[in-house]
């Protein structure tokens, strides 16, 4: 049989002129987990319209295609073109799960929320030629799922070929998150077990990895086994994990000790009436500094997301975050504009409210307002947003935040990092055209590496913090 999977570009990242490298980064890992599925005979063509050019002349017996709101469009069309042509086409993804009668005109199936039990289920009664409409997940395991196929990955037009998934969901439930639409119907946080976990970082060849999960510490149990088992394997990786578990116990140390170089936190917010409001509890009464103290200690640089547009913001807000991601040293910041994903509980909220703007899914970017706003106008939140990420990385802010750590390898590696992602784009779309992208990944390394951890913090100054609480 042969099978086509494509993941359609984003909106944001469809210019085939112009490729910011944050859509190079990482390869389309949800399709080539699934192809571990698929038989050995089956022949596989995975295409990613990130990094290529898409080929849509050829005749495949089956099409796959992962859609996300802002590819939405873009995959349709490409589903409408093949079902034109006689092809099966399956579609799956965050959007097919917020939307599912949407996507189903433009589907023979579809899949609703994670596809590891459906998949299976979904080849069997294809091969019977007794294909269902709709497949709907409710066994939630990632045990016995089979090894990411990564054969099919070209790994030289990715900066980070080497990223990862060991869990899947959050055990938390932000208003805004896509995650409680996804899982909705079964387990929304659930992890691989510690020795699959380790065995695919066996496989992976190089230093560098990057974890893709939504709360690497999300179990504390599973993640302290998990760096336990990385502790010696001379791995640096990046991953993502709430300001609570930073605080909190001495996993973040034991991470450190793994490898871990740089973590995504999701601050989102100063005001607490926002995170009632989203429901973003582990956040509520945490000191953000001291998170961000702690990080530092160890070492771990720092990617604060931030959203701007919650309710009880006010003119002031963009201004207060920039001042505090560089007063803190933050290393890069992800600001957002806060957007209402269908599915969600804040859709339905501002759905009921009359508030939402529009339903072009292609402005659902968080870069774009697409809802009424409070406090603020529409313009003054744009505008706010613009300023928040030309002010943050401006170089004088960059200079200043950069010098705010007390070592001179701290300072140089801030400053490496932060203007390397955000000051030499033209280099970056250099290299992705020129399909030379990966040749970078050692540098990326070194500069994970500028700092040597001679300063190891034992369990016990996690301890301290714990008593101090
Ligand atoms: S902590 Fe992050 S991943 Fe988890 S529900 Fe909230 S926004 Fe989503």
Request: proline share 5%; aromatic share 12%; net charge neutral.
């Amino acid at each position: 049989m042969k099978v086509k999977m494509i993941l359609p570009a984003l909106a944001e990242a469809e210019s085939p002129f112009w490729r910011p490298i944050k859509y190079s980064l990482f390869p389309p890992l949800g399709l080539a987990t699934l192809a571990a599925y698929l038989s050995p005979d089956d022949e596989i063509d995975l295409q990613d319209q990130h990094v290529e050019i898409l080929r849509l002349d050829d005749t495949p017996d089956l099409v796959i295609i992962q859609v996300y709101i802002t590819n939405a469009y873009r995959a349709y069309h490409i589903a409408d073109r093949y079902r034109n042509q006689g092809a099966y086409v399956l579609l799956g993804g965050l959007h097919v799960t917020s939307l599912p009668d949407e996507a189903s005109m433009h589907a023979d199936s579809i899949f609703i929320g994670p596809a590891e039990d459906t998949f299976p289920r979904f080849l069997e009664d294809f091969r019977r030629r007794q294909p269902k409409k709709i497949y709907h997940s409710d066994v939630r395991t990632l045990k016995g799922v089979p090894p990411v196929r990564r054969d099919l990955i070209r790994r030289e037009r990715y900066l980070v070929p080497n990223s990862l998934v060991v869990t899947r969901g959050c055990p938390h439930h932000c208003h805004f998150c896509y995650k409680d639409a996804f899982f909705k119907g079964g387990k929304s946080f659930y992890t691989q077990k510690v020795e699959d976990a380790l065995a695919e970082i066996e496989r992976l060849p190089g230093r560098h990895l990057y974890f893709l999960d939504d709360h690497l510490l999300g179990n504390p149990v599973f993640a302290s086994a998990l760096f336990d088992g990385m502790r010696g394997m001379g791995r640096v990786f990046q991953a993502a994990a709430t300001v609570a578990s930073i605080l909190d116990g001495d996993l973040i140390e034991k991470a450190a000790g793994a490898g871990l170089r740089s973590v995504f936190v999701g601050f989102e917010t100063f005001s607490a009436e926002n995170l009632r409001q989203s429901n973003k509890k582990q956040n509520l009464e945490r000191d953000y500094a001291q998170a961000v103290r702690r990080l530092h200690e160890l070492d771990i640089m720092i990617n604060g997301s931030f959203v701007f547009g919650l309710d009880h913001d006010d003119k002031d807000v963009f201004r207060r975050t920039v001042d505090w991601g560089v007063q803190n040293g933050i290393t890069t910041a992800t600001y957002h504009l806060l957007t209402p994903y269908p599915g969600t509980p804040l859709y339905r909220q501002m759905e009921q409210e009359g508030r939402i703007r529009t339903t072009n899914w292609d402005l659902y970017d968080t870069r774009h307002v697409v809802y009424r706003t409070h406090g603020l106008t529409a313009d003054e939140l744009q505008q706010g947003y613009d300023r928040a990420y030309r002010e943050f990385y401006s170089w004088t802010n960059i200079f200043r935040s950069s010098w705010i750590h007390p070592s001179l390898a701290r300072k140089l590696q801030h400053l490496l990092y932060t203007g390397g992602w955000k000051k030499f784009e033209p280099c970056w779309n250099f290299l992705i055209k020129t399909r030379s992208l990966n040749r970078m990944l050692p540098l990326l390394e070194s500069v994970l590496e500028t700092v040597k951890h001679t300063h190891p913090r034992s369990a016990t100054w996690g301890m301290a913090v714990d008593i101090k609480g």
